[in-house]
């Protein structure tokens, strides 16, 4: 008995041993292979982890704390820093200098993988989202449909759908009643967006029960809790929790309806080709983006059509949420600044002088205050408060090497707070970007649209939509809050972390 008991001993010991020897060769040679890598990122500042954990446990938290720990971490280790997430290096950039390196650069235009998760929604090769490869074509392609001239004839809807929004809210706040101004926002600039780039109506503001629009926002809840939490990023772990089902049942919702709309306008863009030189007589309708996306891509050889589809899906997204959480923050800081408030009014009221109008563009240029708000509203609270990138080959910033196929981030929230360029940052004051004032500024000092090549394409409509919510017709007086001082987290307005609680007044 124990003979044999023996025999069977030796006879699994022989594979165990070389499996175990294997294994331990595999780990020599992974090691060998990252031991330049590690060497060159550890000589970058930063907190002290543990052996393959790295920094990971203390990112372990709620998500709601990793916004404030990114920011202390930062406070402490300066403009530029690493953490180990396992073993795999993030380098944290919160400086405009070293941030230049990157942004201006024509080959790092490569996003980080954390992007990935907007691939089913967004497909991989629209133009957020798109690899380095494929990007150059598609912004050159898209580049003329966001040319001055093609906005222009937006700003009548921005002033339909934000005369909407103001009314909505005029209803909700009766009484002086405290209102969360975040939903009523975003569902005016997803009508704007919607409009603008469909060229349909989606009713958010009207249709409480929109499947479309729920989809959206719910999409974007499910993404952004992806991006957060490291372990949902397994996608054995994002099915097993049930979130795969749901994301599907949403991508349906959300493709089913774009596909739609893609093909109607296909049509409709069709026979004007076909009738529309002896066809002069009928009204020509507004052109919408998606109508020039097609007239780029007439023949499909350019832009099939499920392309047109993502790159619409990809407006929708990029375009209503980011100018959402501007407007939010900017509502709230004119709350707790009544002089600029009174400032903001004084300079509408002598531009619009009481009228009810949408505002032109010659309005928009000559409001050089409100615009100065804004800026500082987007300096404090910048939609996109961090920017990833994977490096496509080493790159040396402040002598230190770093090297290819490292993710970095670009932290615009905490660059944005740099003392030396923002004297007491944390202050709110428009006149900062008088043009004495910015004279001496370093150009990335400021980058709430990223900047270089790869910046954000509607910067210029964003402004457009922007300055064009009207004064006249009940703007708010005075602004309030529920509890505590809403706190930046970092999320954008879907999250919900970031309400703004308003008590908003008619102006008399
Ligand atoms: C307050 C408003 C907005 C802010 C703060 C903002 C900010 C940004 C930032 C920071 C980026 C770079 C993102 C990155 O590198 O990961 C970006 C890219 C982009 N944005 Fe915006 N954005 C705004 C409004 C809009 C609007 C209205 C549209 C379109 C209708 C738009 C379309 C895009 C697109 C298509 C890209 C990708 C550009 C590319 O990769 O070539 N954005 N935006
Ligand atoms: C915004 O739209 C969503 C989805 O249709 C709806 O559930 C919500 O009530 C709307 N919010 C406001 C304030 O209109």
Known sequence: M???????DGRWWVPGSVTLSLLA???????????????LINKLPGPPGLPLLGNALDVNIDIVDLFPLGCLVTREFGPMFKVWLGTTPLVVISGAKQAEVILSSQKHIQKSHQYGFFHPWLGTTGLFVANAETWPQRRKLLTPAFHL?????????????????????GEAAEGGKLVDVFPFITNCTLDAICETTMGCS?????????????AVHRMQQLIQQRMLIVWLQLDVVFKALGYGKQQESLLKTLHSFTRAI?????????????YGADNTARKKPRLAFLDLLLEYSADGAVLSEESVREEVDLFVFAGHDTTAVAINWFLYLMGRHPEAQAKVHEELDSIFKGSDRAATVEDLRSMRYTENCIKEALRLFPSVPYIGRVLKEDVTIDGYLIP????IFIFNYALHRDASEFPDPEKFDPDRFLPENSANRHPFSYIPFSAGPRNCIGSDPFKREFSSRPPASGAWGGGGKRGDDPSFR???GETGWDSVWARLSKRM
Do not use: C
């Open 149 to 169: 001239k093609v906005l222009e004839q937006f700003l009548e809807v921005f002033h339909r759908q934000s005369v909407k929004m103001v009314q909505k809210l």
């Open 202 to 214: 989606i009713n958010a503001q009207d249709d409480p029960e929109s499947e479309y629009v729920e």
């Open 2 to 8: 124990a003979g044999k008991m023996r025999a069977d």
């Open 490 to 492: 970092g999320g954008v």
């Open 404 to 407: 290819k196929d490292t993710t």
């Open 25 to 39: 060769l595999l780990m020599l040679v992974w090691y060998w292979r990252r031991r330049r890598m590690v060497r």
């Open 262 to 274: 893609v093909k109607k306008r296909r049509k409709l863009f069709e026979e004007q080709r076909r």
